[in-house]
Every structure is written in C-alpha cells, then in structure tokens.
C-alpha cells in the first residue's frame, strides 16, 4: 500500500542545472508535505515543507511545488550542486487534528550531480 | 544547531535478547518519535509519544516494543525480546508540536541507531 510514491529510484544531473525531484500520493487526508534529505548511515535532515492550502514554498535554492489536484509536488533545487548528492525522499502527513507525526514516507530518490 | 541525539550508533544483538535505545530529543520539543528503516526499504513510523504517553502506534509496534521518557530528557525505546527482523536502523525524532493540519511543524529526526540481530 504505496501512499506516497517516488516512481523515480534515481536521478542525474549536471552542476549547475536544475533537478526535479517528482512525489505522487494517493490519500486525499494528506495535508502536510515535506521533504528529507538523507545521506547513508545517517538520519533524514529537513529540507522544506508545504501545507496543502499553499501551492508553492520557496527556501533559497530550494523550492516546492504542490498540485492538490493531481496529488502531486515536486522539488526542484536549483542550481543543483555535487554536495546535493543523496537520496531525497518525500513524507506526507494525515489531515487528524493534532496529527501526533505519523509521517508517511516515500522509498526515496538518490540525486547524483555531476561536476 | 540544536539536534536529535542517539546511543549507540550500532548495536549488535543475539536473537531473543532485550535491547534499550537512547535518545536525546531536542530541548524545548513535546513531541517525540520512533521511526525505523529496515535495509533498502523505506522509513516507516513506530511510535509517537506526548504529554508521558504514547498517542499513535503503528501495526509494527507491538508489545515487544516498549517506549519510556524516565527523565526531563531522555526518550528510549525498549525491543523485550529481538528478532532477526528486528534488524534495521532506528531513528528518534522530535517536533516542538504536532505534525499535521497546518500547523506547519517539522521533525527533526536523529543520526539513527543501528541495530543488528543475530
């Protein structure tokens, strides 16, 4: 049961250009949206996040894209730079009142960017 | 900049064996977390816990897992008995609130913890 869903396992990317990063998710109730970076043996690092009366965050090179419509947001991150490099992964959280952090999570998509 | 802390780092387990996790949650956060992520698959909620209880648990935390805050800063989670399934990464986090609605909270989530069952 895929509710949060990165069909992309990988992406590369020259310096300097942008990198698009896609997440489709399946349970309307979401409506918060964050993204993770995570480098191997470590913890996911917060990168930005996106309520679903927003369309669109913006945090420096770092900017995401929220259709409600189409259960879809993106990251782009532009320029990309080499220490973007890592598996970036998209974490939706349910519409409870107080929702208590029950994060649901993509399986992730590892950026490489090229010199 | 404030962090999530976790001991140990690695931890190496017989099956059947009791084993603690230590976390340090970030000071002034309320709400704390387990999450875990077994190898090449993805990062999946445990357990969050407020207010000295727990409030959401998921299928996988069952009552072999067991979580405690036993002082003004510590947050651990206790696995009674391992499994070889066990075997996976284990990340505390932590959020000043809730995460959810729009409240716009974050979770800063620790190195991880990993652990081994043999």
């Known amino acids: 049961d895929q509710q949060v869903k990165q069909n992309s396992p990988s992406l590369s990317v020259q310096e300097g250009r942008i990198s698009i990063l896609n997440c489709d998710y399946t349970?309307?109730?979401?409506?918060?949206f964050l993204w993770y970076k995570k480098y191997p043996a470590e913890g996911p690092t917060f990168l930005i996040s996106?309520?679903?009366?927003?369309d669109k965050n913006e945090d420096g090179r770092f900017t995401v894209f929220l259709n409600k419509s189409a259960k879809h947001l993106s990251l782009h991150i532009v320029p990309s730079q080499p220490g973007d490099s890592a598996v970036y992964f998209c974490?939706?959280?349910?519409?409870?009142?107080?929702?208590?952090?029950?994060?649901?999570f993509g399986k992730g998509t590892k950026l490489s960017v090229k010199p | 900049e404030p962090e999530v802390t976790q001991t140990p780092s690695h931890q190496v387990t017989q099956m059947g064996q009791e084993v603690i996790l230590r976390c340090v949650p970030i000071?002034?956060?309320?709400?704390f977390y387990w999450y875990r992520q077994i190898l090449g698959q993805k990062v999946e909620f445990l357990v969050s816990?407020?207010?000295?209880?727990?409030?959401?648990k998921s299928e996988i935390f069952d009552d072999q897992f067991s979580v405690e805050r036993p002082d003004g800063s510590n947050f651990t989670l206790k696995i009674r008995s391992t499994k070889l399934e066990d075997s996976a990464m284990y990340f505390c986090?932590?959020?000043?609130?809730?995460?959810?609605?729009?409240?716009?909270?974050?979770?800063?989530f620790g190195e991880g913890s990993w652990l081994t069952v043999v």
């Open positions: 986090a932590s959020s000043a609130r809730g995460v959810g609605g729009f409240s716009g909270n974050t979770i800063y």
């Open positions: 996106i309520s679903s009366i927003k």
């Open positions: 000071s002034n956060h309320l709400y």
């Open positions: 349970n309307s109730m979401f409506d918060y």
């Open positions: 816990f407020y207010n000295n209880e727990i409030s959401e």
């Open positions: 974490a939706a959280s349910r519409q409870y009142g107080g929702s208590q952090g029950n994060l649901i």
